[in-house]
C-alpha cells in the first residue's frame, strides 16, 4: 500500500519560512516523479515544484527563487524549502508520485501566510 505523508504545514508571517516534508511508503521515491502541488480556495490545483527520478528540478514561475525542492533517499523522503513567503502562497499543499503509469497523492497540508 501505498502511501505518501505530508507534513510541516503550518501558520507563518509574510517574509517567513516553511519546510514540508513527504514521507513515502511503498514506493521508492527515488523512482518517480515527486511533485509538490498547491490549491488555493477557488482554485485549481497547480504544481509548485517537482524533482524527477534523475534528480532534475522544475518550479513553477511564481516560486522561483524562494522555494526548493529536494530529496533524501535514505530517508524515502521529499522536501519543499520554502523562504519569503506571501500571503499569495497560502494553500493545501499536496505530495505527488508519478512514475508514468500511476499517480499517488498525499492528504495535504495547509500552509497559511499572514500579511
Known amino acids: 500500500q501505498v502511501q505518501l505523508v505530508e507534513s510541516g504545514g503550518g501558520m507563518v508571517q509574510a517574509g517567513g519560512s516553511l519546510r514540508l516534508s513527504c514521507a513515502a511508503s511503498?514506493?521508492?521515491?527515488?523512482?518517480?516523479?515527486m511533485g509538490w502541488y498547491r490549491q488555493a480556495p477557488g482554485k485549481q490545483r497547480e504544481l509548485a515544484a517537482r524533482?524527477?527520478?534523475?534528480?532534475?528540478?522544475n518550479l513553477a514561475d511564481s516560486v522561483k527563487g524562494r522555494f526548493t525542492i529536494s530529496r533524501d533517499n535514505t530517508k524515502n523522503t521529499v522536501y519543499l524549502q520554502m523562504n519569503s513567503l506571501k500571503p499569495e502562497d497560502t494553500a493545501v499543499y499536496y505530495c505527488?508520485?508519478?512514475?508514468?503509469?500511476?499517480?499517488?497523492w498525499g492528504q495535504g497540508t495547509q500552509v497559511t501566510v499572514s500579511s
Open positions: 505527488n508520485a508519478d512514475n508514468r503509469l500511476l499517480s499517488y
Open positions: 511503498g514506493i521508492i521515491v527515488s523512482l518517480h516523479t
Open positions: 524533482i524527477t527520478s534523475g534528480g532534475g528540478t
